[in-house]
């Protein structure tokens, strides 16, 4: 069946895109770690479907309490898809979002966006740089590789790391000889994600540094187990009030 097809074609690609991105996962969990442990905060970014990926770092079940994401309703599709896309296009844009985070120094960027050639995730990532702030740019350099660089250079090229979606031009997957539909940027995103999550977790518990991890707020103790990280991080990531 195309479902059994599609669903082996998934299976492949995520673990072509854990054993492409080895190297760098260890690389980004290093740099996590150093951030948690400095009390820093990861910051989360993305425009558009990528906002998907900001979500899955945010106030989650088993994840970092130390996330502030940087969003704006502009760039939200449900808020209007043609004024996300045009937000997404728009020149300072990032850099007035970015400037809403009082930095400690210690924080660290991820920026999501399959394409990588729009001037809000560009823009983002030029800004943090700038700010002395390290950039973790989960994107598809191949996907770019052909397209017009709209905000006069690309996020391929301005981060400190690259994770790579491994996705090809259009975002689309199947069917495999000509592909026109079926995403795999979301899927690569979460798995990335997860990935960094996983291995800053053997790191910490290596070195005896406990994580500030969410519990679910559906399962008995959950809430009182985070009312501790809210009022943490509650006046840092005003999301969480």
Not at 13 to 25: C, F, K, M, S, Y
Not at 140 to 158: C, E, F, H, I, Q
Not at 173 to 202: G, M
Request: aromatic share 6%.
């Amino acid at each position: 069946m195309p479902a059994d097809v599609y669903g082996d074609q998934v299976l492949t690609h995520l673990a072509r895109v854990g054993e492409h991105n080895a190297d760098a996962l260890d690389d980004v969990s290093d740099l996590v770690l150093a951030s948690v442990r400095a009390d820093g905060l990861v910051l989360t970014a993305g425009a558009g479907h990528s906002l998907a990926a900001v979500a899955e770092t945010f106030f989650r079940a088993g994840g970092l309490a130390c996330v502030r994401p940087l969003f704006t309703e502009e760039l939200q599709v449900f808020g209007g898809a043609r004024r996300a896309t045009a937000a997404e296009r728009r020149p300072g844009l990032a850099r007035s979002v970015f400037g809403l985070v009082q930095r400690g120094g210690h924080d660290v960027l991820f920026i999501f966006s399959n394409s990588g050639i729009n001037h809000y995730p560009v823009e983002m990532a030029v800004t943090a740089l700038a700010a002395g702030c390290p950039v973790v740019a989960v994107t598809s350099p191949a996907a770019s590789a052909d397209t017009p660089a709209r905000a006069g250079t690309k996020l391929s090229v301005n981060a400190t790391i690259i994770l790579d979606t491994l996705t090809g031009p259009g975002d689309v997957s199947y069917p495999a000889d000509s592909p026109v539909t079926a995403s795999l940027s979301t899927l690569s995103n979460a798995y990335l994600w997860n990935q960094v999550l996983a291995r800053v977790f053997d790191k910490a518990t290596a070195a005896g540094v406990e994580l500030p991890l969410w519990r679910s707020s559906n399962v008995e103790g959950g809430d009182t187990a985070n009312a501790s990280l809210l009022e943490r991080y509650g006046e840092r990531v005003p999301q969480l009030g």
